[in-house]
């Protein structure tokens, strides 16, 4: 048993005590340690650099968030600023129609006051003319209402005759100065006729008281007959009588000529028409009663008073109407205002001054 014991124990011991490991297992240990830490280490980094580049990112979404900000804030502006042009733009397009508007008023209203001060209508059909050479590029209604209106008003100007004011009181002016001239019905002289003698009726020889009782009678027949004639008169009724005026009441006639005439001559500058026909007619009334109808002078003088008698001085003939109601109509479009009745662009026509025309006729 002791055998048995014995050569069980070293058996025991055996067992037990610990098996030393070999320097290959301590290898793979140290290898897989180091790989551990370097595993470690690489998450570190990994991770160290991961949040770097979230770090990063951040940054980066802030500074994009930044710089959307900012483009926003500068396309608001741009937005803003191109708004602002638009309005500006169409601030200064407005202003321009504007004053294309004025301009072309102004150049009709020249027109117009040289028209009624000197009767030359060239330079109010060339302002018509050129408002719608200026308004023929704006595509809006009111400029093309405002062209076809410049348009009739035009076509209205050509188609009527227009007065000419300078040549007409140059006319005047001539008829003026000749009335000293004009030669009256007296001055007319009939021309002389040698007298024929005249024979005296030899009377028959009476013989008998009954031939002189019948020439007697014959006598007293041819007197009364002779009384008789001398009591009719015969006279052309289809034509006034000549007027035969003292000669000294020939200076009141002459300056009653020119009073009228120059009485004429201020309503043509007023455009006065009742007056200016009124006062023609009465000077050329006078002149065919009084002067001799007979003369080159007289005749040229009732010629050119019927001429001019027969001119249109009117301002109403040319009224500009369409034009005027056009001009407005397109600047309250423009301004947005409502349409408001045309201001006359004529001047005020001056009232007929009746008592002074009938105190020139007397």
């Known amino acids: 048993m002791t055998n048995a014991h014995d050569t069980d124990h070293p058996k025991t011991d055996k067992a037990t005590t610990p ?68 309005a500006m733009r169409l601030s200064l397009q407005q202003e321009r129609q504007l004053l294309q508007l004025d301009r072309i008023e102004e150049r009709i209203d020249t027109g117009w006051q040289i028209w009624v001060a000197t009767g030359e209508s060239k330079l109010l059909a060339n302002a018509l003319k050129d408002g719608q050479n200026a308004l023929s590029n704006d595509p809006s209604a009111a400029a093309q209402n405002l062209r076809l209106a410049l348009g009739r008003d035009l076509a209205e100007i050509k188609a009527q005759h227009m007065t000419d004011l300078r040549e007409t009181v140059e006319q005047l002016d001539g008829v003026i100065a000749s009335i000293d001239k004009l030669p009256l019905v007296q001055d007319r002289r009939l021309p002389q006729t040698e007298a024929v003698p005249v024979e005296a009726p030899v009377a028959p020889s009476a013989d008998t008281l009954m031939d002189k009782a019948r020439l007697i009678v014959a006598g007293l027949a041819e007197e009364l007959w002779q009384s008789i004639r001398g009591m009719v008169r015969v006279q052309r009724l289809d034509r006034a009588e000549a007027g035969l005026i003292a000669p000294e009441q020939r200076v009141f006639l002459q300056q009653g000529l020119r009073l009228l005439l120059l009485d004429a001559r201020h309503s043509l500058i007023q455009r006065n028409t009742a007056t200016y026909q009124q006062t023609l007619s009465q000077a050329r009334a006078w002149i065919e009663k009084y002067c001799d109808a007979g003369n080159a002078l007289v005749k040229s003088d009732l010629a050119i008073l019927q001429r001019l008698a027969g001119l249109n001085v009117d301002l109403s003939a040319v009224s500009l109407e369409a034009t005027r109601s056009a001009l407005v109509s397109a600047r309250s479009a423009l301004l947005g205002l409502p349409a408001v009745e045309p201001a006359a662009l004529e001047p005020s026509t001056p009232p007929a001054n009746d008592a002074k025309a009938k105190g020139a006729a007397e």
């Open 19 to 86: 098996k030393k490991r070999s320097p290959r297992s301590r290898r793979w240990v140290v290898t897989i340690l180091v790989l551990l830490l370097l595993g470690v280490a690489g998450q570190q980094v990994w991770t160290l650099r991961l949040w770097e580049g979230l770090n990063k990112e951040e940054a980066a979404v802030v500074t994009v968030d930044s710089r959307l900000a900012t483009l926003e804030s500068a396309l608001t502006n741009q937005q803003q600023m191109r708004q602002e042009i638009y």
